[in-house]
């Protein structure tokens, strides 16, 4: 059972636009949200979070948006860059309830075209 | 202040044999993280530790994988008898205690042959 889903294993924009892109969960106790960024032969380095209590968060070209009611976030990042291009990844926890585990999505290949 | 280290970057091992990994937490860190990514798949969780305690291996196979985090030294994740589904990149990250973002090592690459 998949309880962070991100449902495009890929996405291609080109450089100077938006890159939009997804994440959905469904355990309802999930109330912190990271993104991290992934290149290959390295670890995930993480980006931006975002606590249940609030609906938004911004550092720099990276905002995170969450929508509790539909139980989805998303990040965007504008102007994307070729530096961009990577793997991304969503995570959640339920810290209220005292759980420290990170759950993962599969991940989203990021490809900035320039 | 040095990040997470890991190592060995890579391992081999031949099927049967023990594979150990190992993680340096960043300095001042006392929780971690083990993660496992197979190939075309996400991170998954295997354990949490900190300083001398498991917190939660509900992650872990319960047959062969062990994981300490010593109070001194660094952590060890530990698989006996290595299969060839065990080939995998094994991440490690540490937060402190009263932290919210993990921070990850740059991974484990083991391959059983």
């Known amino acids: 059972d998949q309880q962070v889903k991100q449902n495009s294993p890929s996405l291609s924009v080109q450089e100077g636009r938006i890159s939009i892109l997804n994440c959905d969960y469904t355990?309802?106790?999930?109330?912190?949200f990271l993104w991290y960024k992934k290149y290959p032969a390295e670890g995930p380095t993480f980006l931006i979070s975002i606590s249940s209590i609030k609906d938004k968060n911004e550092d720099g070209r990276f905002t995170v948006f969450l929508n509790k009611s539909a139980k989805h976030l998303s990040l965007h990042i504008v102007p994307s860059q070729p530096g961009d291009s990577a793997v991304y990844f969503c995570?959640?926890?339920?810290?209220?309830?005292?759980?420290?585990?990170?759950?993962f999505g599969k991940g989203t290949k990021l490809s900035v075209i320039p | 202040n040095a990040g997470v280290m890991q190592n060995p970057r890579h391992l081999v091992r031949r099927r049967g044999q023990e594979a150990r990994l190992r993680c340096s937490p960043m300095?001042?860190?006392?929780?971690v993280y083990w993660y496992r990514q197979l190939p075309e798949e996400g991170l998954k969780f295997m354990v949490y530790?900190?300083?001398?305690?498991?917190?939660?291996e509900s992650g872990m196979p319960k047959e062969r994988f062990s994981a300490e985090f010593p109070k001194e030294g660094p952590s060890i994740l530990r698989i006996q008898q290595v299969v060839r589904g065990d080939s995998a990149a094994y991440f490690c990250?540490?937060?402190?205690?009263?932290?919210?973002?993990?921070?990850f090592g740059q991974g484990t690459r083991l391959t059983v042959v």
């Open positions: 990250a540490s937060l402190p205690s009263q932290g919210t973002e993990a921070f």
């Open positions: 300095k001042g860190h006392s929780h």
């Open positions: 530790l900190q300083k001398e305690n498991i917190i939660d």
């Open positions: 995570a959640a926890s339920a810290r209220g309830a005292g759980s420290y585990q990170l759950t």
């Open positions: 355990n309802s106790m999930f109330d912190y």
